[in-house]
């Protein structure tokens, strides 16, 4: 016992140290995760190299302002961009717009710079780019800013593949089937229109010649991978959503989005196994770039933190439902709706608010891109003539009570969820 008490005292120092640095871990630890609670502004992904690593020291960052998003078809993209114009509307940025409808080129070209530089709607350096078009990185660097920051998102290609023919009216156009098109046409059949075989890697800019060349869509996948800071995954959303807002250092409340777009169920058919086998050979392509970002995906989440991870998706869930309590959100079927917040599909769903405050949420593509052109034009007149924009006077939202009674109703008064949601409801919102 007392050669035992002998050696404790003599590795006193060590046994002192060790406590310490349990103790500072343990601080460190806490440190993150009241830091989930407060702010979603510590860094996850490096500025340039795009490595998925985490520190324990926590660093604080500015909100990204120029940023560049390839928007895949049917892979909840519209979604996303909901989320960036309502950022960009609201912090007065200025957008990449195509002079009419809602995509750059015919998308059966690649984007060039002169799409955007040839505009009237573009005389002002654009802050954002989430606009439709066959993606060509270095055309798209031409005409953003030198600091902007690229992501995009992917979907699983069978899943992807069957909303798509439902949503472009294949079966009109080519008189088959889905299961009589996944059985005759073959995938290398020369592309007529935007629907075809492996739209991910067409969308990503892959020529046509090169479509089913795995190699030369794997080379394509590590330039993708060094080009694009973050790629979503439309099967892993909530928490695609908390790095999206990782990655851009906004706030968790900046990317609350509905579920805009969405084909309707009565649409979606189940194929047969079979069915599935074949078409899974024919999508190789996008099942290669699926299959490299969703393990990528897996990393940056293991890199932000399992728990970290679970604990901000429960926290964006709670600002969710308080935002569709709030809102008074009903789901409804396209030819419900009617004059701007009709979709031009009547295939998907949209949905029907109480009050223009949150308008914006559920706004369709086309009327928020009305929208942003006409208050560009507006920006444009403003700096050629050097004046200051006069104020915007709020609309009139008589039935919309207060914020602060609103909230205190019902019981989210103290909140920080409820604070942050009263600063995204303003009504300078509106419109």
């Not at 860094?43 to 302002?65: D, G, I």
């Not at 960036?84 to 717009?97: D, E, M, S």
């Not at 798509?164 to 156009?173: G, H, L, V």
Request: glycine share 4%; proline share 4%; aromatic share 10%.
């Amino acid at each position: 016992m007392f050669k035992h008490m002998l050696l404790l005292l003599k590795h006193r120092r060590t046994l002192c140290s060790l406590v310490v640095v349990l103790l500072c871990g343990t601080l460190l630890m806490d440190g993150q995760l009241l830091l989930l609670t407060r702010s979603p502004n510590s860094r996850l992904f490096q500025n340039s190299s795009h490595k998925y690593s985490w520190s324990t020291v926590s660093v604080t960052c500015s909100p990204r302002t120029n940023i560049a998003f390839l928007k895949n078809h049917k892979c909840a993209s519209t979604a996303i961009q909901n989320i960036l114009f309502r950022y960009g509307y609201k912090h007065n940025l200025k957008f990449a717009l195509p002079e009419k409808r809602n995509f750059f080129g015919t998308g059966l070209e690649n984007f060039r710079a002169e799409m955007v530089l040839s505009s009237t709607l573009n005389k002002l350096q654009p802050n954002i780019f989430a606009i439709h078009t066959k993606w060509n990185h270095t055309e798209v660097k031409k005409v953003m800013p030198a600091n902007t920051v690229f992501f995009t998102i992917v979907r699983e290609p069978i899943a992807l593949f069957e909303a798509f023919f439902a949503f472009s009216r294949a079966k009109k156009r080519t008189g088959l089937t889905l299961e009589q098109y996944i059985r005759e046409v073959p995938v290398d059949e020369k592309r007529t229109g935007l629907f075809h075989y492996n739209t991910m890697a067409w969308d990503f800019g892959m020529p046509e010649e090169k479509l089913n060349n795995l190699t030369d869509i794997w080379d394509m996948v590590m330039q993708a991978d060094e080009q694009f800071g973050l790629v979503m995954v439309v099967e892993r959303m909530e928490e695609s959503l908390v790095l999206m807002a990782d990655y851009l250092c906004w706030e968790l409340s900046d990317v609350l989005v509905l579920d805009l777009n969405s084909l309707r169920s009565k649409f979606k058919k189940p194929l047969q196994q079979e069915l599935k086998n074949i078409l899974q050979k024919k999508l190789a392509p996008d099942y290669l770039i699926y299959r490299h970002f969703l393990k990528k995906f897996d990393q940056q989440v293991e890199a932000y933190g399992r728990g970290r991870m679970a604990a901000a998706v429960s926290r964006l869930r709670e600002m969710m439902a308080l935002l569709m309590d709030l809102c008074s959100f009903v789901r409804k079927n396209a030819s419900q709706l009617a004059g701007k917040y009709r979709p031009t599909s009547n295939k998907v769903e949209g949905f029907k608010t109480k009050g223009d405050m949150c308008s914006l949420y559920t706004l369709p593509e086309l009327s928020f891109l009305s929208l942003l052109r006409q208050k560009q034009r507006k920006d444009i007149i403003i700096s050629k003539t050097n004046t200051k924009p006069t104020s915007k006077v709020p609309p009139k939202t008589t039935a919309w009570p207060s914020k602060s009674s609103e909230l205190t109703s019902r019981g989210y008064n103290n909140s920080p969820e409820s604070n942050q949601l009263t600063h995204l409801l303003s009504p300078s919102l509106g419109y």
